[in-house]
């Protein structure tokens, strides 16, 4: 176990003790954060830059931290995972990694439970559209819900340092592999890749959707997306929004039947205390 998992497993037992929970960020001590003196340069730090190096045998064997067993991947493959990043901070700067490096907070490095070490990543804020590639050089995070803790420097490019989380896609990278030939495309930052905007009904499938809401500025209408996804973190169905009638409005799907969709519609409801509008197309 690594003097990060253990400092991990120390804190969650304390925690426990005293009836609390940890903090929304990667940190599991509140004394976690940004560093004092960080970089002026943030937004200009580039992505960590894919190639092939050899895997790290030690790193990569199973192993187990709060009772629950993980078994990294041993080759450099496809994998996917959508959910909770996180990210981690001064606490463990300069610490060891589970790769033997050192962890340097301002580096665009990241903690997987799983992903071989070292390995490239690509990891996109569902919420904003940006995009980053970071390498994985450790593990965790050791929490329930957490798929990735980001450094510092990658959390910040992503726009999530403040909230502490954001909802992401990770996707692995194999140096050399055909998808790896073309460049990525240029998104924006309304715009996350994963969840389309439809410009026009036409664009939109046809199926059942659920209307969240209709604004008469676009501005409105995407912050409101921006704000249901942060507090549905359970949501990965596309938000859409539909300008029509002089009006943006929110549509989420499509679904298969009135009946699935009303099984959303309902969580949606008790969760955010908005009765959806069901949008047959």
């Not at 931290?65 to 450099?76: A, E």
Request: glycine share 8%; proline share 8%; hydrophobic share 40%.
């Amino acid at each position: 176990m690594t003097r990060r998992a253990a400092i991990a497993l120390l804190a969650a037992l304390v925690l426990a003790a005293c009836g609390t929970t940890p903090p929304r960020g990667g940190a599991y001590y509140k004394d976690d954060g940004p560093g004092a003196n960080p970089p002026p340069n943030l937004e200009q730090i580039a992505d960590a830059q894919p190639r092939i190096e050899p895997l790290k045998r030690a790193a990569n064997r199973p192993y187990e931290v709060f009772g629950k067993r993980y078994v990294p991947l041993t080759s450099l493959q496809s994998f996917h995972q959508r959910g909770i990043a996180s990210w981690y901070g001064r606490r463990f700067n300069g610490q060891p990694t589970s790769s033997g490096e050192r962890y340097d907070m301002y580096a665009m490095t990241a903690a997987h439970t799983v992903l071989p070490i070292p390995s490239y990543a690509r990891v996109t804020n569902l919420a904003n559209g940006r995009s980053v590639v970071v390498r994985i050089n450790d593990r965790g995070p050791f929490h329930s819900g957490r798929i990735i803790d980001l450094s510092y420097a990658a959390a910040h490019k992503l726009g999530y340092v403040a909230a502490g989380s954001a909802r992401v896609e990770v996707d692995s990278i194999v140096p050399g592999a055909r998808t790896e030939t073309a460049a990525p495309q240029p998104v924006a930052a309304s715009a996350p890749a994963a969840r389309p905007i439809a410009p026009q009904a036409a664009a939109e499938p046809s199926g059942v959707y659920l209307q969240l809401g209709a604004f008469s500025a676009r501005e409105k209408a995407e912050s409101f997306r921006v704000q249901v996804y942060r507090e549905l973190v359970w949501l990965s169905d596309v938000i859409h929004v539909l300008a029509s009638g002089g009006l943006y409005k929110l549509h989420l799907g499509p679904y298969q039947s009135q009946e699935q969709a009303r099984a959303v519609a309902q969580r949606i409801e008790t969760e955010l205390n908005l009765k959806p509008v069901f949008v047959v197309r």
